[in-house]
Every structure is written in structure tokens, then in C-alpha cells.
Nanobody, 115 residues
């Protein structure tokens, strides 16, 4: 059974930092493409960042230069380091794992940035 469990969310002041973690089990982590998405109230879920099985990264334009996605294949964990946070970054953040064309989602972790 595939499980993705996010952690690290919380309340932070604008300009602050948070690091999200997503621990995966039940998938062959090293060959999986991974990503972080977010969904703000009343909005659609949107891509934040992805990292391929080869370590190639991609970022949504508004977070480029502030957020960094990384992976630790030995621990089966994907991270999202978020710096210079803004109130508009407030959302539920979801971890995505893709293996053999199947998408697996975590339950989400809330990030709230105060102004």
C-alpha cells in the first residue's frame, strides 16, 4: 500500500521559512517522479515544484528563487524548503508521487503565512 505522509506545515510570519517533508512508503522511491502542489481556499490545486527521478527540478514562477525541492532516496523523503514566505503562499500543501504513470497523493499539510 502506497503512503505519502507530509509534515512540517504551520503558522509563520511573512518573510519566514518552513521546510516541508514527505515520507513515502510502498513505492520504489528512487524511480518515482515527485512533486509538491498547493491548494488555497476557493482555488484550484496548483503545481509548486517537481523533481524527477534524475533530480531535474521545475518550479512554478511565483516560488522560483524562494523555494527549493530536494529528495533523499536513501530515506524515501522529498523536501520543500520555503524561504521568504508571503501571505499568498498560504495553502494546504500536498505531496505527489508518480510511479509507472500512477499518481499518489498525501493528505496535505497546512501552511499559513501571516502578514
Amino acid at each position: 500500500q502506497v503512503q505519502l505522509v507530509e509534515s512540517g506545515g504551520g503558522l509563520v510570519q511573512g518573510g519566514g521559512s518552513l521546510r516541508l517533508s514527505c515520507a513515502a512508503s510502498g513505492i520504489i522511491f528512487r524511480i518515482s517522479n515527485l512533486g509538491w502542489y498547493r491548494q488555497a481556499p476557493g482555488k484550484q490545486r496548483e503545481l509548486v515544484a517537481t523533481i524527477s527521478r534524475f533530480g531535474i527540478t521545475n518550479y512554478e514562477q511565483s516560488v522560483r528563487g524562494r523555494f527549493t525541492i530536494s529528495r533523499d532516496n536513501a530515506k524515501s523523503v522529498v523536501y520543500l524548503q520555503m524561504n521568504s514566505l508571503k501571505p499568498e503562499d498560504t495553502a494546504v500543501y500536498y505531496c505527489l508521487g508518480n510511479q509507472y504513470g500512477h499518481d499518489y497523493w498525501g493528505q496535505g499539510t497546512q501552511v499559513t503565512v501571516s502578514s
